[in-house]
């Protein structure tokens, strides 16, 4: 069973900066594509960034130019470098994982974290 372990959230004042770092109990290599999602209060869960295994990435409008996202296959991690932090980026910030075919499951396969909080004050 995969298993990721975020790390890295906390308060910042508006403005500040967090990184979020996930680690992977499997290759990164083995997964489609990795990266972040955020659920706020009341609200749907959302993505983020995501880096697929070819390095492409992907990313929300609302944190482009603010958020870099990065994998290190080595260490089987993937980083959320968080830079101008909003008040509105307050959120559990989720590691995800996906398989576009799974040999546990037999078909696509989303893996998730347990999340880490990231709150903003202004």
């Known amino acids: 069973q995969v298993q990721l372990v975020e790390s890295g959230g906390g308060l910042v004042q508006a403005g500040g900066s967090l990184r979020l770092s996930c680690a992977a109990s499997?290759?990164?290599?083995?997964?489609?594509?990795i990266g972040w999602y955020r659920q706020a209060p009341g609200k749907q869960r959302e993505l983020v960034a995501t880096?697929?295994?070819?390095?492409?990435?992907n990313s929300a409008d609302s944190v482009k130019g603010r958020f870099t996202i990065s994998k290190d296959n080595a260490k089987n991690t993937v980083n959320l470098q968080m830079n101008s932090l909003k008040p509105e980026d307050t959120a559990v910030y989720y590691c995800?994982?996906?398989?576009?075919?799974?040999?546990?499951?037999?078909?696509?396969?989303?893996?998730w974290g347990q999340g880490t909080q990231v709150t903003v004050s202004s």
């Open positions: 499997e290759s990164t290599f083995s997964f489609n594509a």
């Open positions: 995800n994982a996906r398989r576009e075919y799974d040999s546990t499951y037999h078909r696509p396969y989303d893996y």
């Open positions: 880096i697929s295994n070819a390095g492409n990435t």
